[in-house]
């Protein structure tokens, strides 16, 4: 029942059309994108979801999409989670399956819509994230099966992932992720990191996953670029954590391909409205691009 | 113990000269290839290794490859295995793994060396092979996760994959393939189906996996054809029998399409020479491609 007639989003609009929210998940694979977001003249996600979306409804109006993770160059998403304020009336579950189903005929290939329904009240599906996790996969010590190369990447040696585990667990918690994060100036780089473990997944790949409440620009991939040389021992386990330490990015700490890594989960809090306000005071209104 | 001077394979060598057959062992993605065997100006899987391993061992005469299961044009391998008599000296097991690392070096990324020896005696690609194991995997009533639409294909409908077993039990065992072959005069169709069982695997896809002696062109991709229609309730689970009975292909038997097809396992028989004589006496010199 999302029908607000402010909003926040596309403007134009005449006063009194009704919109509607809707919240939709989306998997893709980032290969051939310039990342998530809208770029002139570059083929982005975002892009590619608002012109489906706008010729889906017969938009009036430009659609500006919003979602829970802005996924770098090359990074995929197996269930990424977004909003869009539509000039439509409100979506019973025949119009979203319909809608669906629509998008899906109109996207390419390489991004497909999940699910889609009405928001939740108080839905955001930036803000009202309470936690986001990826994952990053290395084929180690063995070729990269070609059938998964779009998400799998090759190191040459047999990782150890009990070293590379006992180092992961000593950045667990909040603490400022500036070592690992591309400077912005007057962003936050605190963050809570509640898992970071690697393990044999999906044919015996080496399979991090990796849970925060979020991310700053290139976090995910730094902490794989730290993370890796215990794995093949040029590294002792206490290294990455005095990394963590020194608070600013040293070239020693090599950012991971963007291709091994995957959104693979959204959770939203239960109190939408809540997490929405405390995550907007937390990480200000623009916020941080992800991976 | 491999260096036998008359051989089979490509002329042109001085008499004298050693031979040395090599089995490797490959996985490919097969988008982009037109299938396996080599082709006048098509880019063939066969194509891009011969050219590697010429160029890798300076083999002054084309290199030519002989494989476990000559697969089509868009069909996938997992561990497909293949042999070639190189005039080279016997390979220890240091020259080996050199011998795979520029191999891979020289390949596309879409073909990978996985394992590379010196065969062992009496070993032969194609008719030492007691077993061939493929799979067709199908997302059924979802999308196909863009990640992994290079080998999965999509159906509409979610798919009763017991009934499909049930008529699936009916097509085990030793019995003529012939209504779910590509004719070939000359060529026997009889062949032995020792699995034909899907399950669900994969994050909750449809698989298939099938296994038999050996397989006549386009076999598993008509067995999938047959059984889909019991999966969503057009057919009775007796009619794939029924269709097998008739010795001869019918319009109603759609082949699936090749992206969804991978050969996953080949097995070898502990008798090598005493299999290939065999497998040579049933099929004859020219045999049939698969898939």
Redesign the interface.
């Known amino acids: 029942m999302i029908a607000d007639r402010d909003s926040s989003g596309a403007g134009g609009a005449e006063l009194g059309t009704p919109r509607t929210r809707i919240h939709a998940r989306l998997?893709?694979?980032g290969t051939n994108f310039s990342g998530w977001a809208r770029q002139p003249g570059r083929r982005t996600v975002q892009g590619e979801v608002e012109q489906a979306l706008a010729i889906a409804t017969r938009a009036p109006e430009p659609v500006q999409v919003v979602c829970a993770g802005r996924t770098d160059a090359g990074v995929?998403a197996?269930d990424q989670h977004i909003h869009a304020d539509l000039l439509h009336p409100p979506l019973d579950a025949p119009a979203a399956s319909r809608l669906l189903r629509r998008l899906?005929g109109l996207l390419p290939?390489?991004?497909?819509?999940?699910a889609l329904t009405q928001a939740a009240a108080g839905f955001d599906a930036r803000f009202s994230v309470r936690t986001r996790s990826y994952s990053y996969r290395i084929a180690d010590g063995?070729?990269?099966?070609?059938?998964?190369?779009?998400?799998v990447v090759g190191w040459p040696h047999v990782l150890d992932l009990a070293a590379m585990n006992a180092a992961a667990d000593q950045l667990l918690g909040e603490r400022d992720f500036a070592a690992f994060c591309r400077h912005r100036p007057e962003a936050s780089t605190v963050r809570r990191l509640l898992e970071l473990r690697w393990h044999r997944g999906d044919g015996d790949l080496a399979v991090l996953r990796v849970t925060a409440d979020a991310f700053c620009h290139s976090m995910v991939r730094s902490l794989v670029g730290v993370l890796l040389p215990v794995g093949f021992g040029r590294r002792e386990v206490a290294w990455p954590r005095l990394v963590a330490d020194q608070g600013r990015r040293i070239p020693e700490v090599v950012v991971a391909p963007a291709r091994g890594l995957?959104l693979e989960r959204v959770e939203y809090a239960d109190d939408l409205p809540g997490q929405a306000r405390r995550a907007r005071r937390v990480r200000g209104a623009t916020g941080n691009p992800v991976g």
């Open positions: 998997s893709y694979d995929h197996r899906n290939e390489d991004v497909r819509v999940l063995r070729p990269v099966d070609p059938l998964l190369r779009s998400h995957v």
